[in-house]
């Protein structure tokens, strides 16, 4: 199924700093655990200083992945896939979504597939190898990475008492799949599964019932509790028009600002109690490779860019309706991409020399355009 366009957001100045909120909650949570409180308040009170890892054109990239974790198929398979580009000398961040289903031909397999990898070769090696295969797609040095996963996050908007999440549109997602079910087979037999392979993937919840449930959003406010707010983020085949990869990172936008919100909240911050509880329910969910003695430096940041100009673009195949080009193309299932469909560039299997051109104008200028597919 074609996925969404390639879309950039406009930029917004008072639009909150998606990733770096992400970080300061998770370290402001970390500085009541530490037993060095009080020197790290004085550096972050009274030395200025931002001494930071930094490309060669002074910016600072940071990879944000998301996986399923806990009982999910796959726990290590990044489901988001977020590049983000802050410039603190222009007072600007592009966030680069990179689709889970691009083929990456140096590991043969989907980029997905790259964090799973390097944990499974070392534990801790699966920052190093999706930053060093993300780096190469995109064209852009990486200086740090997260990796969060979802299953954590569940508890800890549970931890905090939900979230209240506007929903700007009603929708049905018939196609949402059940963690641990994805390759049930249903009751088919293995002859049946053969035959069964090239499903159309819109008929999928038909042939296989038991790999997905059905869920439903209204429009408005909705208070939600950690797996509720999961499915919104996570929901890919949304009717009214959220099933595009742009409808979905809006939706992922809303649930970390208002879990932003509630950790910030005087009721979470002053009772001690509960802010350790969240930091236990969160501590085993987060990988990331950012040194305990450039948090402050990182907090530092964050207040500097507090009203920094955010332009998100998602990188796929554009749509043909509207006549957006889009950089990515729609393989067939065959074995040069482990008999799956996946995405990749419209130029050729494996060149991203498309992309990374792109990626690297809209982080240095912005809002630039797709040309149509190139002819040979």
Known sequence: MRRSLLKSFKMHKKRPLILLSIIV??????????????PFIFQVLFNRGINLKQTTDNKINILLLGTGGGNHDGPNLTDTIILASLD????????????????FPDISQ?????????????????????????????????????????????????????LDINVDNAFD???????????????????????????PEDQLPQVFPCRYIHVHFNKGLNHMDGQTALELVRSRHGTNGENSDFARSKRQEKVINAFKAKVFSAQTLLNLPKVLSLYNTLKSSIDMNIPQSEFDDFIRLAEKMRGAKIQSVVIDTGDEA????????????????????????????????EIQKYISCEIDKGNCSVLPTPTP
């Open 25 to 38: 909650v998770l370290l402001a949570i970390f500085i009541y655990k530490t037993a060095n409180v009080y």
């Open 88 to 103: 603190p000398k222009n007072d600007k961040v592009t966030l680069v979504s990179i689709p889970r289903d691009l083929w």
């Open 110 to 162: 989907k980029i997905n597939a790259a964090y799973a990898n390097g944990e499974a070769r070392k534990k801790g090696g699966g920052l190093i190898e999706a930053e060093a295969s993300i780096g190469k797609i995109t064209g852009q040095s990486i200086d740090y990475g997260i990796r969060l996963d979802f299953s954590g996050f569940v508890k800890a908007v549970d931890e905090v008492g939900g």
């Open 173 to 199: 997602d018939y196609q949402y799949p059940i963690d641990g079910k994805e390759d049930a087979t249903c009751g088919h037999t293995p002859e049946e599964l053969q035959s069964l392979a090239n499903t």
């Open 322 to 353: 509207s006549q957006k080009a889009g950089l990515l193309n729609e393989s067939v299932v065959q074995a040069d991409y482990g008999e799956t469909s996946a995405l990749i560039p419209r130029i050729g299997n494996g060149n991203f020399s």
